[in-house]
Structures are given as C-alpha cells and as structure tokens.
C-alpha cells in the first residue's frame, strides 16, 4: 500500500557516516542492479508489481541502502566484497527470475509478459507443489501442544533450479 511505502521511505534513518558509504556503493550499481537487490522487499516488489505506489522510486533507494548495509556487515566493511556480492545477488535474482518466482501462485496480481513468462511461473508452481508434497515433518511440540506438519526443505528430486 502506498501508507507502507511512505513509512519505509520516512522512517528510515542511517547514520550520516553509514549512509554516505552506503549511497557511494550504491551510486557503484546500475539501475537495473539497484532494481534487482531493492526486489528483496515484499513492499517494494509489491509496489513495482502493482504500480500502487507514489513513492517507488524513493523507496527503492532506501530498501536497496537496507540491503547495501546488511551486506556490508556481512562483508566486514570491505567496500569490494560487498559490492561483488551485491552484484552476484542481482545476477541471480536476473537469472532465475525470481520476481516471477515469488508471483507464481498469486494468479489475480501476476503480470507476465509473454507467454514465456507465463510457463516459467506453472515450471515453478509445479516445482514448489512437489516439493511440498515431498517428505513431510511432523514436529511435536509436547506438553499437549498440537502437532506442526512442515515441508521439507529438499527431496532427492529436487532439481537444481
């Protein structure tokens, strides 16, 4: 909603000093890759994926220097480690489409643009059904608690996709 993207966008507060390093990584990646690590955000896909939101342009920046900073930590503060990641990130996201991934089961908001598209969302609904239907856990909690049924997280079958 756009209430959600106005809050990410104004109630995101970095230092002065960690915000300048992260704007300068940041101003190191192309829009496209700037595009592909701010998907990480539920609202911001969700915005692009809508088109719902006044803010997506600012919002991008602020959920792409959330993803920059979780990095860097990661990273150890190393400036070309965090932006080989981050690169190695968009690429993958690019790659496996994972927009199209996180679509594949909301039929009434999935926007595909060709019917190439359209097959790779049914490949990976059909992957994620089976893989689901694979191996189930059953996790007693004890104490007369319920029982939790899980997935399982991988099956002999599954492909490497």
Request: proline share 1%; charged share 35%; net charge negative.
């Amino acid at each position: 909603s756009d209430q959600l993207c106005h809050e990410v966008v104004h109630n995101t507060i970095f230092a002065p000093e960690e915000e300048a390093v992260y704007r300068s990584i940041l101003a190191d990646l192309t829009e496209e890759e700037q595009d592909n690590i701010s998907q990480s955000s539920y609202a911001y896909w969700h915005a692009c994926r809508t088109g719902e939101s006044t803010y997506r342009d600012e919002m991008r920046d602020m959920v792409a220097l959330h993803e920059i900073a979780r990095y860097w930590d990661a990273a150890k503060e190393d400036r070309k480690l965090t932006i080989g990641a981050l690169k190695k990130t968009s690429q993958f996201r690019k790659q496996y489409r994972i927009d199209i991934l996180r679509s594949c089961f909301d039929e009434t908001r999935a926007v595909y643009e060709n019917e190439k598209e359209e097959k790779l969302a049914e490949r990976y609904r059909c992957l994620i059904s089976d893989e689901m239907e694979a191996q189930p856990m059953f996790v007693k909690a004890g104490m007369g608690r319920g029982v939790l049924v899980l997935g399982s997280r991988i099956c002999k079958e599954t492909l490497e996709e």
